[in-house]
């Protein structure tokens, strides 16, 4: 069978030891690339087991405890701020446990779902809930200040991503009563006036907080990390206000305020013998829980940050000075023109008349202006400043509350004749309603001057009390003058003096009215700036318990002390001592001496 060849059936030979082009490697070659890639394999894989081991066994702690921290949330614990409370118990203003809703949108699944049912738990629209919950966020607040009971009803529901943060509420459930005291505190908590602000350390706290663990649905992990710091709650700050004289003395003030013509009127009640504030207030007031609606030039204290002239009321001082130096006595008698010159200026009495022959008793009574400058001159200026600034003017008195003026009181060196005539009658110095008060404290309390505080004590949330310093007291006059002093104020009240509506019945009372001139912004000078009517006094004048000083701010009014501040006096007054169970003593007042031969 003849041989047939069929293509590609055979393959070329190579004679031994040749090489293919191309073809491939020998086997040594082969060998060393085998060897090199399982170096390179072994390489990678140390490599990749020296990485898991670095993780698993160097940095593994570190990972763990990273997603750990990732899962943990710190909430702020808020402490309660501390209650200020009357000298009774009576709260004044407190604190009460709240919450603020909050919500972290990308935990929501079912936005529409959690507005429904979180709307009318926290009285939000379901719509406005809807949108917050779908906003690309991590925080939103749902609601603010919600009581325990709907934060309860709301963790019973479940809800992923929503979750709750101490939100507390602060409560002023006397309202405007004591107000301008207490002062009232921001958005933050920070007091901002009264005695929210001076007490803020003592009455804020301190925050605690808790760390827990959460979830993916932004919830605590049962059995993960929960771990607290708890918040240690604010003191409790005890004034010496009694809250029901407060709301009294409030109450007869809104209605001086409401007579038409007077703009401002503040009072304050001192008990005598411990300088203690029992009462203090003006009109118009405010309410510490709405301040943010009330204008914010309301909302200081007048009583001891607004200062004026306060008129005669400041002759008490020179008086003092004058029975105190030995100048005169009551019984001395002065030949009182109805006008004196005073520099280029002539000061009158209230209405001119020919020379009339005036005890001292009967100066102060009648409130004469010339007499009294006769007698500062007697005393002299240096030694009038003396016993000015002994009674508390030109100076603050340290009370516990912001914002207190010291007045105005000029040096004695650098006062012009006619200023030097308008001070003993209480023009050109300038005080504030707490000064003046303490100017008659001084005189009730035998010649001591107490200064005056409104702070009792203050009690820590453990239950420690701490009593409030001692106040300063300062002998300023002998208690012979100040007997005497309080003789001849007792013949101010009364049928021959200039204050018979400052009457109590049943009790003798002793006191000065005042009526000064008030500057009038709109020019610098007094030309139509109207008055400030003034009165203090202290009762009962034979026993003293209380002082009430008040003064009224009357622009458009020639109205006199006497007519319109010896009142509101006599009403405040009044309730103090029949308040406090004070009896009369039965004790007949004296026979006046106002007039005489020299």
Known sequence: MPNTVRPGAFTSRRAPGSRRSGAGLSVDQRGLRNRWGLALMITLLVLVVGRL???????????????????????????????????????????????????DPTVVSHPARTARELGPLIDVPEAELAEKLSQDDRYV?????????????????????????????????????????????????????????????????TDGHRRVEVGSGGNPIPSGIDESTPATDGDTVTLTVDQDLQYVTEQRLGEACS????????????????????????????????????????????????????????????LSAALEEGVATPDTVLSV??????????????????PIEWTVTGILAKSSNVGTIMLAR??????????????????????????????????????????????PIGQGVSVTTLQMASIYQTIANDGVRIEPRIVESVTGPGGRVTEAPEP???????????????????????????????????????GKTGTAQRANPECNCYEGGGYVTTFVGFAPADD?????AVDLERPTSEAEGGQVAAPVFADIMRYALTADGVVPSGTPRPDFVLTGTP
Not at 339 to 349: L, P
């Open 53 to 103: 081991a670095v993780l698993q066994g160097v940095d593994g702690a570190a990972y763990a405890n990273a997603a750990e921290q990732d899962r943990l949330r710190t909430y702020p614990i808020a402490a309660l701020r501390g209650a200020v409370l009357d000298r009774d118990g009576n709260p004044f203003a407190y604190t009460v446990a709240a919450s603020r809703v909050v919500a």
């Open 141 to 205: 607040v749902l609601a603010a200040q919600v009581s325990p009971e709907t934060t309860d009803a709301i963790d019973a529901l479940e809800l992923p991503g929503i979750s709750f943060e101490d939100d507390p509420v602060r409560l002023y459930p006397a309202g405007t009563v004591g107000g301008q005291v207490i002062g009232f505190v921001g958005r933050d908590g920070e007091g901002l006036a009264g005695i929210e602000q001076t007490f803020q350390d003592e009455l804020a706290g």
């Open 259 to 318: 007579d038409g013509a007077t703009t401002r009127a503040s009072a304050v009640v001192l008990d005598v013998h411990t300088g203690q504030v029992m009462a203090m207030g003006s009109c118009p007031g405010y309410d510490p829980g709405n301040y943010s609606k009330t204008d914010p030039n309301l909302l200081g204290n007048p009583v001891v940050s607004d200062v004026f002239e306060p008129g005669s009321v400041m002759k008490a001082v020179t």
């Open 337 to 354: 023109n109805g006008h004196i010159a005073a520099g280029d200026r002539v000061v009158t009495d209230a209405h001119d008349h020919a």
């Open 378 to 423: 007697e005393v002299g200026d240096e030694k009038l400043e003396h016993y000015l600034r002994a009674f508390g003017l030109g100076d603050t008195t340290g009370i516990e509350l912001p914002g207190e003026s010291a007045g105005i009181l000029e040096d004695s060196a650098d006062w012009t004749a006619s200023r030097a005539a308008n001070v």
């Open 472 to 510: 300063e007291s300062t002998r300023v006059i002998s208690q012979s003058t100040a007997d005497r002093m309080a003789y001849m104020l007792e013949a101010v009240v009364g049928r021959d003096g200039t204050a018979p509506l400052g009457e109590i019945e049943g009790f003798r009372v002793a």
């Open 544 to 548: 003293p318990q209380y002082v009430v």
